[in-house]
């Protein structure tokens, strides 16, 4: 009773900030919740293209599948699918790589364009171009750079006296377009990020380690980078998540010229739900591993962040 009363209560004082917030849980709840919720309960079935329900003609074909509990993420977990080890691997090295060299190139371009020099709105606008170009147009343009044929590479090299290369053609030269392609992407966000965190750094503070002889390495070690920690945990953490879950650049860039070992874990979820005869519960038990994999990783990230400001 008393739940009620205050809930009633709330809704009299605050009943304009209820109607506002409605329509928002509402497209969060279509678009967010309920995939989610059936996604996870998919993961807990043997569901796949031969067992769903379906429409044949003016024919309905009920569904077939069954509960299975655990056992589809016992087959992840333990090995027994035998894929789901070797694109964690290969997830984790694309990560690491990609939002290392996102945040130190971010990071260096930032700092040469916190310098008043010449042009600086136009080198800001000029790097900012692959960040604001739809993804499916900048994959699609290198990969016509990357054309073994007709690409500029190969032109280049070619020109050069040099043999033409087939730059989409084997697993290893495939992990390091995808790698360029999404550093390119990529550290357009950095670059603003850490230039507005820059900006917000105060300027007495390099003056005062000037005057006290402190070297351009030692203001930058002192000065620069604790001032850009707020910052740089937070598109450190996001780059993180982003990169983990990029879908669009490997699979636009790759489509299904790849034998496999380009793929991520979510380009992998993606291949067992549509290719072949349809895995349902299979790339669903994938992506609830997926989410589960970036929850412990931001909750220990954000506790370590906290325990490092407090000490």
């Not at 997830?91 to 008043?116: E, Q, S």
């Amino acid at each position: 009773m008393r739940s009620l009363k205050s809930l009633r209560r709330s809704w009299d004082r605050h009943w304009y900030a209820w109607a506002m917030v409605a329509p928002v849980v509402v497209v969060i709840a279509v678009l967010v919740l309920y995939p989610l919720g059936y996604g996870a309960y998919l993961s807990l079935t043997n569901a796949n293209e031969t067992n769903v329900a379906k429409d044949i003609g003016v024919n309905h074909v009920p569904a077939t599948f069954h509960f299975v509990g655990l056992d589809n993420y016992w087959q992840v977990l333990s090995g027994g699918d035998g894929d789901f080890y070797a694109r964690l691997e290969w997830t984790l090295i694309w990560t690491v790589a990609c939002v290392v060299c996102h945040y130190c190139l971010g990071l260096g371009l930032a700092l040469l364009l916190n310098r008043p020099v010449k042009f600086r709105l136009l080198y800001r606008i000029a790097l900012i171009l692959p960040w604001a170009v739809p993804s499916f147009i900048g994959v699609f343009a290198w990969r016509l750079m990357f054309n073994t044929q007709f690409g500029v590479f190969n032109s280049l090299i070619t020109h050069l006296g040099l043999p033409a290369q087939d730059w989409l053609g084997t697993s290893l030269a495939q992990k390091f377009a995808v790698v360029i392609v999404n550093v390119w992407a990529g550290v357009p966000f950095m670059m603003v990020a850490l230039l507005g965190g820059l900006q917000a750094v105060p300027g007495e503070l390099y003056e005062a380690a000037e005057m006290d002889g402190a070297s351009p390495w030692q203001r930058f070690r002192d000065v620069t980078l604790p001032g850009l920690r707020p910052v740089s945990n937070t598109v450190i953490l996001l780059g993180v998540i982003w990169t983990f879950n990029q879908f669009n650049i490997i699979f636009l860039l790759l489509g299904r010229n790849t034998s496999g070992d380009t793929d991520i874990l979510v380009t992998y979820a993606y291949r067992r739900a549509f290719s072949g005869v349809s895995d349902y519960s299979g790339a669903a038990t994938y992506g609830m591993v997926i989410l589960s994999l970036l929850l412990a990783f931001s909750t220990f990230y954000r506790r370590h962040q906290l325990k490092t400001e407090q000490a």
